[in-house]
């Protein structure tokens, strides 16, 4: 493997792609605790667990990301990163009250969605139920 000084980083979303870009180093929450990754780090798969997920740019910018349960995997100088929920902030203060919206808003969607699931499966039962009683 080559030596380099970046990285291509691909944060990945269920719905869509989060962050695509170069990065020339990341810090991320494992299962097991926090790690960083340079370019030329050896390859590995990690669990990562709710946290915040930071990105330091070639540039030098740094970039945060609050991200929810999800799988790391560095191959090469490429890191693929899929995460359940995640959302990107300005600064560590900003990051906070999207993260706390953000993923409120989306429990409380996941909430209604499994209510909706529920009455429909209790409907089910019932249905099938009164079928049974039809048949004997």
Known sequence: M??????QVALQLP???LYQGRATGLFA???NGAFGILPNHIDFVTALVPSVLTLTTPEGEEQVFGIDEGLLVKKGHRVDISVRRGVQG????TLRNT?????FEIDEEERTARSALSRLEADMVRRLAELRG???
């Open 15 to 17: 719905t869509h792609l």
């Open 2 to 7: 080559n030596m380099a000084s970046e990285m």
């Open 90 to 93: 300005d600064d560590l203060e």
């Open 29 to 31: 929450v494992a299962e």
């Open 134 to 136: 039809l048949k004997t």
């Open 99 to 103: 993260v706390r919206d953000t993923f």
